[in-house]
Structure formats: C-alpha cells, structure tokens
T-cell receptor, first 114, second 115 residues
Framework: GAVVSQHPSRVICKSGTSVKIECRSLDFQATTMFWYRQFPKQSLMLMAT?????????EQGVEKDKFLINHASLTLSTLTVTSAHPEDSSFYIC??????????FGPGTRLTVL | GDSVTQMEGPVTLSEEAFLTINCTYT??????LFWYVQYPGEGLQLLLK?????DKGSNKGFEATYRKETTSFHLEKGSVQVSDSAVYFC??????????????FGSGTQLTVLP
C-alpha cells in the first residue's frame, strides 16, 4: 500500500516550452501533496505544499507563476513548469501524506531543458 | 527553525561491515524522525521512523533510536550488503495541530558498499 507514481519519469524539452508532471496516489487518498526539487548530490528542497481543492503554498524563493501546481482531486496533483529554461533542469519529486506523519514519495521526474 | 545535521559522506564500507550514519536535529517541539533511502535514479523510500522519545525504528536490518536527551537519531546496521549502496536522508516532521506537516531533510549521506 501507499504507492505514489509520477509521470513522466524523464522528459526532455526545448527552452521556452511548458512541461507538466503528474503525481498520483494509487491506493490512498492524499489531502496533502508536496513537491520537491533535488539538484545532483544534494538534498531535497521543498518547493510547495499542495492541498486538494485549494491554492498551493509556495516556499520562499519559488516562483508561483513559473511552477504552477494544481491539486484537483484527492489522488492527483500536477506541477507545470512554464517557459522552461536550462536552469530548471532538475529532478522533481512529489510526495503524498497519509494519516499521521509519514510521507510517501514518488519515483521522481528527471527534467532536462535544452 | 528546525534543522537536521547528518554525517557527511561519502561513506565506503566493505560488505558485512558495521554501519553508523550520525544524525542530530534541532526542533522547537516534539518531532517525528525518519530515515529515507534513495537508490540511484529513484525517489525516496521510507526506511524507518520513530514518533516519540526512546522509540526504536527498524526495517531491513537497519535500526535507529530516538534519543531526546542527545537530540539524535543515528542509523545503524550490523552487516551491510552491496545492495545497501544508496543515499540515506535523515528527516524530521514537527508535530503540530496543522493539517500539513513538512519534512525537513538532512543533506544526505552517500553509502557505497564494496564486495
């Protein structure tokens, strides 16, 4: 149980295009999902907290107009990187929180912007 | 604010060696503590957790004890295997009455086990 999936696992896009990443909780309902960004050989940086049916809460320094988050249902949250640039290339990881403290993480999405 | 300090890596061990990865934390309340493992190219997997002082989390031969007096949650394994090679993250989550509890991560420790 408590499986989180992400799609796609890898994406390569041209500079200036937008990319959507999906995060799904497969066997549970998640009222809260989190989006992280991980640079090579570094820890995870929380980007935003997403609650179903409400606007996401962004961490300081994260541009909400660039990283659009939609949490339309209890099993799906999406992150759209708008007008992507090479510096947006990174590993993006989502997680979903179940009852209590535990967060379960998706496998991550490797974004490469050319 | 909350913070997690992990032993810097990388750590390289021979198979069957004893492993300790140190983790200490700073928190204002009574956090829950976690160890996550990240295998190459994958997301994080929960390895073990402890929610209150003196609790011991254990899984797959790994153990960690929540020590409130030393604010520590060191990860140990008696005999590591090559398949344990991964990055290990210590993390905490503050206990509060809010609906969303964020995780604060340590910097991660790369473990390589040689055959």
């Amino acid at each position: 149980g408590a499986v989180v999936s992400q799609h796609p696992s890898r994406v390569i896009c041209k500079s200036g295009t937008s990319v959507k990443i999906e995060c799904r909780s497969l066997d549970f309902q998640a009222t809260t999902m989190f989006w992280y960004r991980q640079f090579p050989k570094q820890s995870l940086m929380l980007m935003a907290t997403s609650n179903e049916g409400s606007k996401a809460t962004y961490e300081q320094g994260v541009e909400k107009d660039k990283f659009l988050i939609n949490h339309a249902s209890l099993t799906l949250s999406t992150l759209t990187v708008t007008s992507a640039h090479p510096e947006d290339s990174s590993f993006y990881i989502c997680s979903a929180r179940v009852v209590g403290d535990t967060q379960y993480f998706g496998p991550g999405t490797r974004l490469t912007v050319l | 604010g909350d913070s997690v300090t992990q032993m810097e890596g990388p750590v390289t061990l021979s198979e069957e060696a004893f492993l300790t990865i140190n983790c200490t934390y700073t928190a204002t309340g009574y956090p829950s503590l976690f160890w996550y493992v990240q295998y190459p190219g994958e997301g994080l997997q929960l390895l073990l957790k402890a929610t209150k002082a003196d609790d011991k989390g254990s899984n797959k031969g790994f153990e960690a004890t929540y020590r409130k007096e030393t604010t520590s949650f060191h990860l140990e394994k008696g005999s590591v295997q090559v398949s344990d090679s991964a990055v290990y993250f210590c993390a905490l989550s503050e206990t509060d009455s809010g609906s969303a509890r964020q995780l604060t991560f340590g910097s991660g420790t790369q473990l390589t086990v040689l055959p």
